[in-house]
């Protein structure tokens, strides 16, 4: 599996960007994926994810973010809106396969900067 994300940049707070993430292989309707995000000195922590009509999502972004996924386009995408500084971060798409809780393809990170 090959994750490619995308759709990074720089935002002022408050703006939005929607990240997308592009998968190859064959099994990606059957795996649970998830947004990632590490911020410069922190650990990475998790966003948001999603499997079927299933989802969850982070209390940090709650009410503010949301994922989606179009399994045609083996993509997953994560609306932002209402951009903060403290959402600045390299931000990760993952997926976890086995449905085991463990995601264990990532995808390369694309930056996210929100300007103050």
């Known amino acids: 599996v090959q994750l490619q994300a995308s759709g990074g940049g720089l935002v002022q707070a408050g703006g939005s960007l929607r990240l997308s993430c592009v998968a190859s292989?064959?099994?990606?309707?059957?795996?649970?994926m998830g947004w990632f995000r590490q911020a410069p000195g922190k650990e990475r922590e998790f966003v948001a994810s999603?499997?079927?009509?299933?989802?969850k999502t982070s209390d940090s972004v709650k009410g503010r973010s949301t994922i989606s996924r179009d399994n045609a386009k083996k993509a997953v995408y994560l609306q932002m809106n209402s951009l903060k500084f403290e959402d600045t971060a390299v931000y990760y798409c993952?997926?976890?396969?086995?449905?085991?809780?463990?995601?264990?393809?990532w995808g390369q990170g694309t930056l996210v900067t929100v300007s103050s």
């Open positions: 999603i499997y079927a009509n299933s989802y």
């Open positions: 292989g064959r099994t990606f309707r059957s795996s649970i």
């Open positions: 993952a997926a976890d396969v086995a449905r085991i809780g463990k995601f264990e393809y």
